[in-house]
């Protein structure tokens, strides 16, 4: 079976949800949460925080680690995707307490059982 990048980036996200839900500190409230600016991968609440997790997904290494991929001008995005996400569910940004998350995945060849995990908190 050929994986995709879409399909190693579900298989990163479920990996990643599995992790958060493990650590046993955060709540998953929403995955894959789209509007018309972006997509933010996951949401969590870690006690009276929120957390807008991007979850990046590599086979291979040929364009860098996956957590390189979030630049900038992603993060800027993401931004505006969370911003967007708060006002619309009825939370005030001044008065909320949220952070930044990336987890880096990266399969290991054909080992798609095994990948190597980073976590980032707050990452930017």
Known sequence: ??????RIGQMGEEIAS?????????????????????????????????????????AVLNAGFPEESVTKYKQDKIRKVALYYLISQGYNPN??????????????GDDYAHPSVKYYINAF
């Open 95 to 108: 008065h909320t307490n949220y952070r930044f998350d990336v987890i880096s995945i990266t399969f290991n």
């Open 1 to 6: 079976m050929v994986n995709t990048s879409k």
């Open 18 to 58: 599995r992790i958060v839900i493990r650590q046993g500190k955060m709540k998953i409230i929403e995955r894959n949460f789209r509007s018309r600016i972006g997509e933010i991968d996951i949401i969590a609440l870690d006690k009276n925080t929120l957390v807008f997790i991007e979850v990046k997904s590599r």
